[in-house]
C-alpha cells in the first residue's frame, strides 16, 4: 500500500488532564514547614537543657527549697551543699561550727526538730553564699 492512499483518520482533540500539582506543592511546602519548626523547637529545647550554667547557682537553690520541718533531710543537704559552696574562710568557719551541730540529726531514725541556733546558723551561711554570688 502507498503511504498516500492510506485512509485518513480524524485526529480528536486533546483530552483535559486535571492539573494538580500546584496543590502537591502547597502540601509539600506546608509539611516542610512544619517539620522545620518542629527541629527548631526541639533544637531550642535541647540547648536550653544543655547549656552550660553555673553549678553554684542550682546548689544555692537547693539551699533555698529547704523544708526545715525535716531536720534530717535538712541535715543532709546543708552538709552536701554546704561543702561545695565554702569556697571562702568567712564560710568555712561558718560551715566548721554548723556540721557538728547538724550531726545530731544524721544517722539516727527518729530525730528532734532543728533547734533555733542551728537553723540561723544555716540562714547566715546560705545568705552569705548568695552576697558572694
Known amino acids: 500500500m502507498n503511504p498516500q492512499e492510506l485512509p485518513i483518520r480524524d485526529i480528536k482533540p486533546l483530552l483535559p488532564i486535571p492539573d494538580i500539582s500546584i496543590y502537591f506543592f502547597i502540601v509539600i511546602v506546608g509539611i516542610t514547614i512544619v517539620v522545620f519548626i518542629a527541629v527548631l523547637i526541639f533544637i531550642w529545647k535541647?540547648?536550653?537543657k544543655h547549656k552550660t550554667s553555673n553549678p553554684r547557682i542550682e546548689w544555692l537553690?537547693?539551699?533555698?527549697?529547704?523544708?526545715?520541718?525535716?531536720?534530717?533531710?535538712?541535715?543532709?543537704?546543708m552538709t552536701k551543699y554546704g561543702r561545695l559552696l565554702a569556697e571562702d574562710k568567712r564560710r568555712e568557719e561558718i560551715l566548721e561550727q554548723l556540721i557538728p551541730r547538724l550531726?545530731?540529726?544524721?544517722?539516727?531514725?527518729?530525730?528532734?526538730?532543728?533547734?533555733?541556733?542551728?537553723?540561723?546558723?544555716i540562714k547566715l551561711f546560705i545568705e552569705m553564699s548568695h552576697d558572694a554570688l
Open 46 to 48: 535541647w540547648w536550653q
Open 103 to 121: 550531726e545530731k540529726y544524721k544517722y539516727k531514725k527518729d530525730v528532734p526538730p532543728l533547734d533555733d541556733e542551728t537553723k540561723r546558723y
Open 61 to 77: 537553690r537547693e539551699l533555698d527549697r529547704m523544708d526545715y520541718s525535716n531536720s534530717k533531710k535538712v541535715a543532709y543537704i
